[in-house]
């Protein structure tokens, strides 16, 4: 059975949470998730299209599809802005869209300005919590806000874990105080949706990021959405899971699961340099290039994650002045790195040559929780956002390289041998050490085991590799 979150925004840890790459675009002035016309024209736009198609996927007296239930908006009442004239018109887009034909529901926590900003009294207003809260307070404050409280106690999201972000502690949330608050919540009679019951992984560059009003704060969440979960990452049953159906056989009766898989070392992967971000080779066969007179962000040139190389020529030395980059940026010239650059600079002073000025700049996942500034597009968007300057006056003529979001492609077949390019890259590196320092795509091919298919090793590192990507191929 499915409860089906379309959107607009869906949070989930998910890069912009849904959000298209373009929206910032649309307007400088676009306010996101509020009833401001260019905003709410392009949901209603996208909702027209995309609720009709969902109806033969419902549970109901004439389908028998997965879909139990359709979720507005997720948790709108922590939004800062509160527009209850657009969380109003989606409920009633969204319950007029089906007329009866499947359960539209909301979801907030059970804080008051939570429910009195994220909840209709059109549709089934339930809440969310984890193992920290009390529970026979959450669904009375539920209550409140369903019709006199004739509705049943729901929590649509218990979280028996946390989601982690890079450079914290990987989130350790007790089985026996999750088996604990689950059993409070079995024993009220209400009922219980687990988020995440299976941990996953946000693939490629798809994992988002935390933020805060004034741009201040951005934490990036991580690749792996484990989420302490009680099936694991990998698919394996831990031991809160046991704990968990543990209490749910208080109430009802259990399968039995199956077990656990066998886990087998792959060996040692040889990998082998193939391109760097900065040869033309591979900036020709992995991106798109997008030209203008001004750096644009990843938004203006449509890539909604992953790499953009900035390129340009410096007609005379000087210093230049890069503005707040999002999110990391490695800035070459002629090869040679001047700088790394982190998106908590508000500006970066660098002096240059007359030369070739490469600027690689990384995404590490666009906001999507927090308490975010919604009225500047600006604070979403990645890439370079302002001009980079020299003197005073902008830095023209840019080339923009757009490379491949979900994964930096390469090119299995190639005129030149992958060790004749080794051999050059390393004869290279001997004779410029400053080449140890651009990032490099490697290549490897693994021989399969039984049950483990041949697969293509991709990793986007420094010159010593130490982090693997694997493409099954």
């Not at 995440?196 to 798809?206: D, Q, V």
């Not at 500034?373 to 023209?396: A, E, F, S, W």
């Amino acid at each position: 059975m499915v409860l089906l979150r379309p959107g607009p925004f869906i949070a989930s840890e998910y890069e912009f949470g849904g959000f298209p790459s373009w929206l910032p675009t649309l307007s400088s002035t676009i306010s996101f998730r509020s009833s401001e016309k260019e905003y709410y024209g392009a949901v209603a736009e996208w909702f027209d299209y995309l609720l009709p198609k969902l109806k033969p996927y419902f549970y109901n007296l004439s389908s028998r599809g997965p879909v139990i239930a359709i979720q507005v908006e997720n948790e709108y009442g922590s939004n800062p802005l509160c527009d209850k004239t657009y969380f109003n018109n989606l409920a009633d887009m969204v319950q007029s869209t089906y007329k009866g034909s499947v359960m539209v529901y909301s979801v907030n926590g059970p804080g008051t300005r939570m429910l009195e900003c994220g909840t209709s009294s059109e549709i089934y207003n339930t809440v969310d919590f984890g193992s920290g809260n009390n529970a026979s307070k959450a669904f009375a404050q539920q209550a409140r806000y369903n019709l006199g409280g004739k509705f049943p106690s729901m929590n649509t999201e218990f979280y028996p874990g946390w989601l982690s972000h890079w450079g914290s502690h990987f989130p350790n949330v007790p089985g026996t105080k999750v088996a604990d608050a689950l059993d409070k919540i079995l024993s009220l009679g209400a009922s219980v949706n687990m988020y995440m019951f299976h941990g996953g992984t946000n693939f490629g560059f798809s994992s988002g990021a935390k933020g805060n009003a004034d741009g201040s704060v951005f934490v990036p969440h991580t690749t792996s959405y484990d989420y302490n979960a009680p099936v694991s990452e990998a698919g394996d049953l831990t031991e809160k899971y046991w704990q968990i159906r543990d209490v749910i056989r208080k109430y009802g009766n259990v399968s039995t699961p199956p077990n656990n898989t066998t886990k087998k070392a792959r060996g040692s992967i040889p990998l082998h340099p193939v391109y760097t971000l900065l040869d033309d080779d591979f900036l020709h066969f992995c991106g798109n290039k997008a030209m203008h007179s001004y750096p644009l962000s990843f938004e203006e040139i449509n890539q909604i994650n992953g790499i953009v190389v900035y390129t340009t020529e410096v007609h005379s030395p000087g210093v230049i002045i890069l503005p707040k980059i999002r999110d990391r940026a490695y800035v070459y010239q002629n090869a040679k790195r001047l700088a790394t650059v982190k998106g908590s600079a508000e500006s970066t002073s660098l002096r240059v040559n007359a030369g070739r000025l490469d600027i690689i700049v990384i995404s590490d996942g666009h906001i999507n929780t927090g308490h975010v500034h919604l009225n500047d597009p600006r604070l979403y968007m990645k890439g370079i956002i302002r001009n980079v300057t020299q003197n005073g006056k902008p830095v023209t003529n840019w080339n923009m390289t757009k490379i491949n979001s979900s994964m930096p492609c390469v090119p299995l077949t190639r005129e030149t041998p992958v060790k004749r390019f080794q051999e050059e890259r390393f004869r290279l590196a001997h004779e410029n050490p400053q080449l140890h320092y651009i990032p490099t795509v490697y290549q490897g091919l693994c021989v399969s085991h039984v049950y483990i298919p041949t697969c293509i090793c991709t990793c986007l590192e420094t010159y010593h590799c130490n982090s693997v990507m694997i493409k099954s191929g």
